[in-house]
């Protein structure tokens, strides 16, 4: 942990504004971002944002500098605000569903050739197949491919293990392979 | 699957990457005023500061108000120095009222009325200045008889001197406030002494007005032994 980490947590640990604005300045764009790219609603993620934050300067003390990084923490109450947010508020949505045998059938040279060679047409394809998947899914894949966190990372914002996180994705992987074709057909 | 081989396959899913990548950048962006908004939600600010400068605004206004209230309570002059001279200043008007009057008052007022009887009806008393018939034609059925025998009646100089001294006592003595019924509700009630005042200051002009009537008479007796 870096001088500046240490002297922003000791700050938020006093309540000081000065602390609590340059946390926000700091990690308020990554954790809109991670809220919205779950809540979808601009005024619900919002309203989630606040309640992060809240809970950040309220619950600071109990973050342990140990177990993970300042940003890996806020991310993991980002992700369980924005869960928790769905499960209460939100409408529920059916969303596609592997059956076992045929997610499995795909072999994983197919799913290579699908996501490794660039190709506009299946860019399209896989955001179009991204609205597929349920919000703890895209999360996940997200945490990965785009802010491109370790899995012990993404374990500890999910409250789950890294190999549990390992097979996931792959699973995810060959779901949204599965997606393509079927938006294909 | 290993984390070595997640991380070749992050390498490898360009297009994967590309799609969230793309993805991302489409999702709405964050507020610009959220985090303002934020902080004004976790540190409302304190009222008493507001109230504070309220009072700072405020404090020169009453300041200065309480000033003039001090400057106008001690530059005033007071009360009863006012009261004073509006009340002298009624009083004189009806001295000149009843010193215009004075010919008529007799009218009023009989001579023969004892200052014990009216104090028992103060209000009824309260108005002798109102012109009645009736005491007009008692005067008249007095005056009747002086006029014919005004050579029975012999004016001594007694009652003059008599009337003299009652006009120095009553123009010595100072009208005050009391002495207006009208002023105050206390002074509805007659006291005995304004009672004798008054009809000391009636029969004070009954005499004045016979004095006259003498003398015109005198002066009538005068013509007609010259035209004889």
């Not at chain 1, 894949?141 to 966190?149: A, C, K, L, R, V």
């Not at chain 2, 994967?16 to 990548?21: E, K, P, S």
Request: glycine share 2%.
């Amino acid at each position: 942990m870096t001088e500046t980490d240490t002297n922003l947590i000791e700050g938020l640990r006093q309540q000081s504004p000065k602390a609590q604005q340059q946390m926000l300045d700091r990690y308020g764009r990554d954790v809109f971002a991670q809220v919205i790219r779950l809540v979808s609603v601009t005024e619900n993620a919002e309203e989630v944002y606040q309640d992060v934050f809240i809970k950040v300067f309220k619950h600071i003390n109990r973050y342990d500098a140990e177990k993970s990084s300042l940003k890996t923490w806020v991310s993991r109450i980002a992700y369980n605000e924005a869960i928790s947010f769905l499960r209460k508020k939100s409408a529920p949505m059916v969303y596609f569903e592997d059956y076992g045998d045929r997610a499995e059938a795909l072999s994983d040279t197919e799913v290579d050739e699908t996501f490794g060679h660039a190709n506009q047409e299946t860019v399209q394809l896989i955001r179009a197949a991204l609205k597929y998947l349920p919000p703890e899914e895209r999360a996940v894949i997200t945490m990965f491919y785009y802010e491109e966190m370790s899995l012990k990372d993404i374990a500890y914002v999910t409250e789950s293990l890294p190999s549990t996180v390992a097979s996931k994705l792959s699973r995810t992987r060959k779901k949204l392979c599965r997606i393509i074709k079927m938006l294909q057909s | 699957m290993n984390e070595d081989k997640l991380k070749a396959l992050l390498q490898q899913d360009m297009n994967l990457r590309d799609a969230i990548r793309q993805e991302e950048a489409e999702r709405p962006q964050m507020p610009a005023d959220l985090n303002a908004r934020l902080m004004q939600k976790t540190h409302p600010q304190p009222l008493p500061a507001k109230e504070g400068g309220k009072v700072r605004r405020l404090w020169p206004w009453l300041v200065a108000a309480c000033v003039a209230g001090v400057l106008v309570v001690l530059l005033m002059p007071p009360r009863e120095t006012i009261g004073e001279k509006d009340i002298v200043a009624k009083v004189e008007k009806k001295e000149e009222k009843k010193q215009e009057s004075k010919p008529e008052a007799p009218l009023k007022v009989e001579p023969k009325v004892t200052p014990a009887a009216p104090a028992k009806r103060p209000q009824q008393q309260r108005k002798p200045v109102a012109p009645t018939t009736a005491p007009k034609q008692l005067i008249a059925q007095e005056i009747a008889p002086i006029e014919a025998g005004n050579k029975q009646v012999t004016v001594s100089d007694e009652p003059t001197a008599k009337s003299h001294e009652l006009t120095a006592s009553t123009k010595t003595k100072m009208l005050t406030e009391r002495d207006i019924p009208i002023t105050r509700p206390e002074n509805y009630k007659y006291t005995p002494e304004e009672i004798a005042l008054m009809k000391r200051q009636a029969n004070e002009a009954y005499l004045k007005w016979v004095e006259l009537e003498l003398e015109i008479a005198k002066h009538s007796q005068e013509q007609t032994a010259q035209k004889d």
